[in-house]
């Protein structure tokens, strides 16, 4: 991992260490395999002897096996053989493989005993002669079949009648008393038994039956017993008896507790994460998570290891938009409850609401109890902990609290699922138009409180992902140090030029909020003296005029609301804007956006209406004509369609050139200049040309 926490595995669960519990766990387990060691060779092997090793698929078999084959191994007077029977099945084909198999691992002096090299080579002659003629058919360790030349017509022991019965007969007794003679002896693993077809089953269990006869050997069975009484049970016979039968004893594996996995997981997780590239780890969540919702949902080191391979890709296909602790969370889901987690799409809306308005509809409570009794169905008690942990907005649904949109923000700060674009780019590995890479914030607000650096990172932003940008910068200037206020504000305001003005949408703010959300933020970490002074000089350095009425917006007290300054700095505010507003030319006029509304701001305080001579020049007619337009939205009851129709901010504007003549007079000079080429027609002051034409005839729009 770089540039994040790391995984610090001795530090995640509180209480008892957690990393000692386990290694006592595993501890008992090599204790087990001691024992096990033990008593297979304390146990009478005279006649031979089969025991089991039992336990669920993935519950660690294999590894107490391999414990067990290592103690008996270190011992001089037994010779350890692991068999491989998945390349062959029938009873006839596996007992010759298995007889040439044990006496191709016997001839390898080199790994025989000193105690056992004589007797084991002999017993190897012997017992390659009785796998040549069980059959011409040769088997071979990772082959199927080689032939042995014309003698390949011939083929099981079907055709081991008459004479040849006798010599057969003869060969089993000779290696009987070869293998009773034997100054130790030999233990044969077949591991994964439960992993094979129903009749390979069968036939591995025929092979230990009639061979387990055979002094000196010990078989030891690895399987679940469950899947292998399922497949041993006919209508004679049941799998539990027949077992019964051939077993001589049976240890069971004990199953994994949870907190065995632990280090597991932990370490494994450390080791899969290195190097990758990934979004915020949050050490302070965590624990909670890995405890009880990722811990609980593994049994086997099996289903671990899958989980561990799984982990890097996830990662690497997410990179740094979705917060670490929520992928492992959901990796782990949809290794262990895939079904769960292919909910997660159709349900993202109830999972992770949006910010929009929520508006209920007629199927909307029917799909919530459904999508809970299905989850609780697939999870069981593993539902509460995931929607808890990773959804807490969906808690309400399962009895738990409620969350307000307000806790919408600080999710999408640490990029957690619970946000709905968050988990959204996790369902589908993309991001939406206009959406900023979580890279993109995360270094804008970085340079919080330096203002040249602010200046220079968001000058590097696209225009297209500025807005998203800005808005998703607030959660990270709530409790900003009071010395980074100003200069942060400052260089937001700066981009005030770049954004969109005015609303999109039934429900959305106007563009110019991108802006004015971070800096109300920042402003509100003041008060009193403090606030006051920030916000002046904040002002003092805006460059321009509409910036200026859109700080006194957020600044400024209202007759329902006091404002972060007092009334009297506010109406010194306002004197300084009228001011400038008249000192400005036309050039500088011509520059400013919502320039309508400026000059009613700047001028609401004179007398009689605020006509100023630069306002009949043809480039401030068009600023004054394009500042009019507004979007009104509407929508009707039961649709989801919003229709919006630009109108003219009619009487403000004929206010601001004292009466409809003197408007007129101007919107002459503009066609004027319009024809000569000295202002250029563009879209938007069409659309406001369009709609003067329509007021000017006396027409006004339908009241809402």
Not at 108 to 127: F, H, N, P
Not at 258 to 269: E, H, N, R
Not at 661 to 683: D, K, P, W, Y
């Given at each position: 991992?770089?540039?994040?926490?790391?995984?610090?595995?001795?530090?995640?669960?509180?209480?008892?260490?957690?990393?000692?519990?386990?290694?006592?766990?595993?501890?008992?387990?090599?204790?087990?395999?001691?024992?096990?060691?033990?008593?297979?060779?304390?146990?009478?092997?005279?006649?031979?002897?089969?025991?089991?090793?039992?336990?669920?698929?993935?519950?660690?078999?294999?590894?107490?096996?391999?414990?067990?084959?290592?103690?008996?191994?270190?011992?001089?007077?037994?010779?350890?053989?692991?068999?491989?029977?998945?390349?062959?099945?029938?009873?006839?084909?596996?007992?010759?493989?298995?007889?040439?198999?044990?006496?191709?691992?016997?001839?390898?002096?080199?790994?025989?005993?000193?105690?056992?090299?004589?007797?084991?080579?002999?017993?190897?002659?012997?017992?390659?002669?009785?796998?040549?003629?069980?059959?011409?058919?040769?088997?071979?360790?990772?082959?199927?079949?080689?032939?042995?030349?014309?003698?390949?017509?011939?083929?099981?022991?079907?055709?081991?009648?008459?004479?040849?019965?006798?010599?057969?007969?003869?060969?089993?007794?000779?290696?009987?008393?070869?293998?009773?003679?034997?100054?130790?002896?030999?233990?044969?693993?077949?591991?994964?038994?439960?992993?094979?077809?129903?009749?390979?089953?069968?036939?591995?269990?025929?092979?230990?039956?009639?061979?387990?006869?055979?002094?000196?050997?010990?078989?030891?069975?690895?399987?679940?017993?469950?899947?292998?009484?399922?497949?041993?049970?006919?209508?004679?016979?049941?799998?539990?008896?027949?077992?019964?039968?051939?077993v001589k004893m049976s240890v069971e594996v004990p199953p994994l507790p949870?907190?065995?996995?632990?280090?597991?997981?932990?370490?494994?997780?450390a080791q899969a994460l290195d190097g990758i590239e990934c979004g915020p780890?949050?050490?302070?969540?965590?624990?909670?998570?890995?405890?009880?919702?990722?811990?609980?949902?593994?049994?086997?080191?099996?289903?671990?290891?899958?989980?561990?391979?799984?982990?890097?890709?996830?990662?690497?296909?997410?990179?740094?938009?979705?917060?670490?602790?929520?992928?492992?969370?959901?990796?782990?889901?949809?290794?262990?409850?895939?079904?769960?987690?292919?909910?997660?799409?159709?349900?993202?809306?109830?999972?992770?609401?949006?910010?929009?308005?929520?508006?209920?509809?007629?199927?909307?409570?029917?799909?919530?109890?459904?999508?809970?009794?299905?989850?609780?169905?697939?999870?069981?008690?593993?539902?509460?902990?995931?929607?808890?942990?990773?959804?807490?907005?969906?808690?309400?649904?399962?009895?738990?609290?409620?969350?307000?949109?307000?806790?919408?923000?600080?999710?999408?700060?640490?990029?957690?699922?619970?946000?709905?674009?968050?988990?959204?780019?996790?369902?589908?590995?993309?991001?939406?138009?206009?959406?900023?890479?979580?890279?993109?914030?995360?270094?804008?607000?970085?340079?919080?409180?330096?203002?040249?650096?602010?200046?220079?990172?968001?000058?590097?932003?696209?225009?297209?992902?500025?807005?998203?940008?800005?808005?998703?910068?607030?959660?990270?200037?709530?409790?900003?140090?009071?010395?980074?206020?100003?200069?942060?504000?400052?260089?937001?305001?700066?981009?005030?030029?770049?954004?969109?003005?005015?609303?999109?949408?039934m429900y959305s703010l106007g563009g110019e909020w991108a802006v004015l959300?971070?800096?109300?933020?920042?402003?509100?970490?003041?008060?009193?003296?403090?606030?006051?002074?920030?916000?002046?000089?904040?002002?003092?350095?805006?460059?321009?005029?509409?910036?200026?009425?859109?700080?006194?917006?957020?600044?400024?007290?209202?007759?329902?609301?006091?404002?972060?300054?007092?009334?009297?700095?506010?109406?010194?505010?306002?004197?300084?804007?009228?001011?400038?507003?008249?000192?400005?030319?036309?050039?500088?006029?011509?520059?400013?956006?919502?320039?309508?509304?400026?000059?009613?701001?700047?001028?609401?305080?004179?007398?009689?209406?605020?006509?100023?001579?630069?306002?009949?020049?043809?480039?401030?007619?068009?600023?004054?004509?394009?500042?009019?337009?507004?979007?009104?939205?509407?929508?009707?009851?039961?649709?989801?369609?919003?229709?919006?129709?630009?109108?003219?901010?009619?009487?403000?504007?004929?206010?601001?050139?004292?009466?409809?003549?003197?408007?007129?007079?101007?919107?002459?000079?503009?066609?004027?200049?319009?024809?000569?080429?000295?202002?250029?027609?563009?879209?938007?002051?069409?659309?406001?040309?369009?709609?003067?034409?329509?007021?000017?005839?006396?027409?006004?729009?339908?009241?809402?």
């Open positions: 991992m770089t540039g994040n926490e790391s995984i610090n595995a001795g530090s995640l669960l509180s209480g008892d260490d957690p990393i000692d519990d386990a290694s006592q766990d595993l501890l008992q387990r090599a204790d087990l395999a001691d024992a096990f060691a033990a008593e297979i060779r304390r146990t009478s092997a005279k006649h031979g002897a089969v025991v089991a090793l039992t336990g669920k698929w993935g519950s660690g078999k294999t590894s107490l096996a391999n414990l067990t084959r290592r103690a008996l191994d270190a011992v001089d007077e037994v010779y350890v053989v692991q068999f491989n029977p998945w390349f062959f099945s029938g009873t006839d084909q596996l007992m010759r493989f298995f007889f040439d198999e044990l006496a191709g691992q016997l001839r390898d002096g080199r790994r025989l005993k000193d105690k056992l090299k004589g007797a084991g080579r002999t017993v190897a002659e012997r017992l390659g002669r009785y796998a040549a003629a069980l059959s011409p058919l040769k088997f071979v360790p990772g082959a199927s079949v080689v032939l042995d030349g014309a003698s390949a017509v011939a083929a099981g022991t079907s055709m081991l009648l008459g004479e040849e019965q006798g010599t057969i007969h003869e060969q089993r007794a000779q290696l009987t008393e070869l293998l009773g003679k034997l100054p130790g002896r030999i233990v044969v693993f077949i591991d994964d038994i439960d992993r094979l077809a129903q009749q390979e089953i069968r036939d591995v269990f025929r092979l230990a039956r009639l061979t387990g006869s055979f002094p000196n050997i010990v078989y030891v069975l690895c399987f679940d017993r469950e899947v292998v009484e399922a497949a041993l049970t006919d209508e004679s016979v049941k799998g539990s008896a027949y077992l019964e039968k051939i949870a907190l065995a996995l632990f280090p597991v997981i932990a370490t494994g997780l780890f949050h050490a302070a969540r965590w624990p909670d998570v890995l405890a009880q919702l990722i811990l609980p949902m593994f049994s086997t080191v099996r289903d671990v290891k899958r989980y561990l391979a799984s982990v890097p890709l996830a990662v690497r296909s997410l990179g740094t938009e979705v917060n670490l602790v929520d992928i492992l969370a959901l990796e782990a889901l949809r290794v262990r409850f895939l079904a769960a987690h292919a909910m997660l799409p159709a349900a993202a809306d109830l999972l992770a609401p949006a910010k929009t308005m929520y508006r209920p509809s007629m199927d909307r409570a029917p799909r919530e109890k459904a999508f809970v009794e299905e989850f609780t169905g697939l999870l069981n008690d593993h539902a509460q902990p995931v929607v808890r942990l990773l959804f807490p907005a969906a808690e309400r649904l399962f009895g738990g609290q409620n969350y307000g949109s307000d806790w919408i923000p600080a999710w999408e700060r640490d990029r957690r699922v619970a946000c709905s674009t968050v988990l959204d780019f996790y369902l589908h590995r993309r991001l939406p138009a206009g959406r900023a890479p979580a890279e993109c914030v995360e270094q804008v607000a970085a340079c919080i409180g330096n203002e040249s650096a602010l200046d220079e990172v968001l000058g590097q932003v696209p225009d297209a992902l500025l807005d998203d940008t800005l808005k998703r910068l607030v959660p990270h200037c709530r409790d900003a140090p009071e010395e980074t206020v100003l200069p942060t504000a400052a260089a937001l305001m700066r981009q005030l030029p770049r954004v969109r003005l005015g609303s999109t949408g959300s971070p800096v109300s933020v920042l402003l509100h970490n003041l008060v009193g003296d403090v606030a006051d002074h920030t916000v002046r000089s904040l002002f003092s350095g805006i460059p321009s005029l509409y910036g200026k009425v859109l700080l006194l917006d957020i600044a400024a007290g209202r007759a329902d609301k006091q404002g972060l300054i007092p009334e009297e700095s506010a109406q010194l505010l306002r004197q300084e804007l009228a001011s400038q507003l008249r000192t400005a030319g036309p050039a500088d006029l011509a520059g400013e956006r919502m320039l309508l509304r400026t000059v009613l701001v700047a001028t609401a305080d004179t007398d009689g209406p605020p006509v100023l001579e630069p306002v009949f020049d043809a480039r401030v007619v068009a600023r004054l004509l394009e500042s009019a337009v507004t979007p009104v939205h509407s929508q009707t009851m039961g649709s989801v369609a919003v229709h919006t129709e630009k109108r003219l901010v009619w009487a403000s504007l004929v206010n601001v050139y004292g009466g409809e003549a003197h408007l007129a007079e101007a919107v002459a000079s503009l066609h004027q200049s319009l024809q000569e080429g000295t202002v250029e027609l563009n879209e938007d002051l069409a659309t406001a040309l369009a709609l003067y034409e329509k007021y000017a005839t006396g027409w006004r729009p339908d009241e809402l």
